[in-house]
C-alpha cells in the first residue's frame, strides 16, 4: 500500500510557475507509475499526466503538454509536477495517485490518492 502527500499549492498569477509535490511512503514506490489529476469546481477529475516507474515514459494531456512537466525521485519517494505559464482553466484541486500498471489515465485506474492541493490561477 501507498500514501501520498502532495504540497506546493497555492495562488499565483497568469503566466506565473509552480511546482507541486507528493511524497510517498513505502518501499515499493520505486514500482509503481505515478499520475497527476485535477479537478475544477463542476467538473469531473481529469487526467492531468503520468510518469512510470522508468523515468524516461510520461504522457500528457493534451491541455498541458509542453506547459507541465512530471518527473520523480525514487531515492526521494516524490514525484514532482513542474508546471509553467499557468492559466485560469489550470485552477484545479491537484491530486498524485499511483497505480502498478503503467498507462493509466482514468481515476477509476489509481487505487491511491493524495488528498489533494490547491491551486489558483488569478486573472
Known amino acids: 500500500q501507498v500514501q501520498l502527500v502532495e504540497s506546493g499549492g497555492g495562488t499565483v498569477q497568469i503566466g506565473d510557475s509552480l511546482r507541486l509535490s507528493c511524497a510517498a511512503s513505502g518501499r515499493t514506490f520505486s514500482t509503481y507509475a505515478m499520475g497527476w489529476f485535477r479537478q475544477a469546481p463542476g467538473k469531473e477529475r481529469e487526467f492531468v499526466g503520468a510518469i512510470s516507474w522508468n523515468p524516461r515514459q510520461t504522457e500528457y494531456a493534451n491541455s498541458v503538454k509542453g506547459r507541465f512537466t512530471i518527473s520523480r525521485d525514487n531515492a526521494k519517494n516524490t514525484v514532482y509536477l513542474q508546471m509553467n505559464s499557468l492559466k485560469p482553466e489550470d485552477t484545479a484541486i491537484y491530486y498524485c495517485?499511483?497505480?502498478?500498471?503503467?498507462?493509466?489515465?482514468?481515476?477509476?485506474?489509481?487505487?491511491?490518492w493524495g488528498q489533494g492541493t490547491q491551486v489558483t490561477v488569478s486573472t
Open positions: 495517485a499511483s497505480a502498478a500498471i503503467w498507462l493509466q489515465t482514468r481515476p477509476s485506474d489509481y487505487p491511491y
